[in-house]
Nanobody, 117 residues
Framework: QLQLVESGGGMVQPGKSLRLSCVAS????????MGWVRQAPGKGPEWVAR????????GYAESVKGRFFISRDHAKNTLVLEMLSLNPEDTALYYC??????????WGQGTQVTVSS
């Protein structure tokens, strides 16, 4: 059965960095675009980043552009989100997603990121 297993979340101070990882299994990783979606408390899901199945054309929400960087390691079936210069506004539950037609189709369990001083 397909799975998206996330790790790397935690609590950090503003201005610090986190690296989220998502290990995919149960499907051919290279066949799918992948992405990240986040949901802050009391708010709806917000698209964060997306990357093509071959690792090309990374895209980002305006709120994270220049600070977050998405990548994938096909040898490890892993999707990565490097988050720099974190703000309190980045606090959210972050979901790894398998995408289809430019939209999330399957979500992981989520990993909590909390940015607080």
């Amino acid at each position: 059965q397909l799975q998206l297993v996330e790790s790397g979340g935690g609590m950090v101070q503003p201005g610090k960095s986190l690296r989220l990882s998502c290990v995919a299994s149960g499907f051919t990783f290279t066949n799918y675009d992948m992405g990240w979606v986040r949901q802050a408390p009391g708010k709806g899901p917000e698209w964060v980043a997306r990357i093509n199945n071959d690792g090309g054309n990374p895209g980002y929400a305006e709120s994270v552009k220049g600070r977050f960087f998405i990548s994938r390691d096909h040898a490890k079936n892993t999707l990565v989100l490097e988050m720099l210069s974190l703000n309190p506004e980045d606090t959210a539950l972050y979901y790894c997603t398998r995408d289809r037609w430019w939209a999330p189709e399957y979500w992981g369990q989520g990993t909590q990121v909390t940015v607080s001083s």
